[in-house]
């Protein structure tokens, strides 16, 4: 069965490919992330409390790119074409999906009501409150953003984009049905850093898969959403 192109959709999927970058990009620009995320504490405070409202509103837009992960993931995996595939596989995409999208702002939304006040803290305090400082924000960082926004979210984040590429291999739609199986695993290995440094591991290997990863997952969602906009033909099985 045919079902006619879905512009909307593509142009969605399209823009969020574009979207979330562009937050993630001023965030290397002018906090040098995600490498400051693994210096000490102190240097990471104090380079915030520098950076002002325009770092607090770039982690804001940040989280809101990821919390519009929801309704895109529910749209990209409930289509008439993947229901009538897979009624299961398109319910396990848009579950997965949308909960990678809460997670990751959850723990993005850290920057942006609770990192303020430990910087100024920090900023501010004697000794005795900069430490306390460094500690809380070394115990947020561990929770809010390995444990829920970094392992929960992107484990999510790989077992949507497994979903759907299994969906789109099916339909025969193999380029981007083995652009999207490569980006899980490339985001699942990279999801192993947080252990390997709870395990008291060098993890920087791993941040390597995670950058391409999320390379490859932009590069998914644009070609996911030419498909929508019909100017992505599939093949036929040999």
Not at 141 to 167: K, Y
Request: a positive charge; charged letters at 10%.
């Amino acid at each position: 069965m045919m079902f006619p192109p879905s512009p909307r959709l593509g142009a969605a999927a399209i823009a969020m490919a574009i979207g979330f970058n562009l937050p993630y990009a001023n965030l290397v620009a002018i906090y040098d992330y995600p490498d400051i995320l693994r210096r000490p504490a102190a240097e990471a405070l104090t380079r915030f409390a520098d950076g002002g409202p325009t770092l607090i509103l770039t982690w804001h837009a940040f989280a809101w790119a990821a919390l519009l992960l929801v309704p895109l993931a529910i749209g990209l995996a409930l289509t008439p074409a993947n229901r009538a595939t897979s009624d299961r596989l398109a319910l396990t995409a848009a579950i997965t999906g949308a909960l990678s999208g809460v997670t990751q702002a959850i723990g993005l939304w850290r920057w942006v009501f609770v990192i303020p006040g430990l910087a100024r803290r920090h900023a501010e305090g004697d000794a005795t409150q900069k430490a306390a400082a460094e500690g809380m924000f070394d115990m947020l960082n561990a929770w809010g953003g390995v444990a829920i926004g970094e392992h929960l979210g992107q484990w999510l984040l790989v077992f949507f984009a497994l979903s759907l590429a299994l969906l789109q291999g099916r339909q025969g739609r193999y380029l981007t049905g083995g652009l999207g199986f490569a980006t899980a695993v490339l985001i699942g290995i990279g999801t192993t850093e947080g252990l390997a440094i709870a395990l008291g591991r060098n993890g920087e290997v791993f941040s390597l898969f995670t950058i391409a990863g999320f390379l490859g997952l932009s590069l998914w969602l644009i070609l996911t959403g030419l498909g929508h906009l019909g100017l992505m033909t599939k093949r036929a099985r040999p």
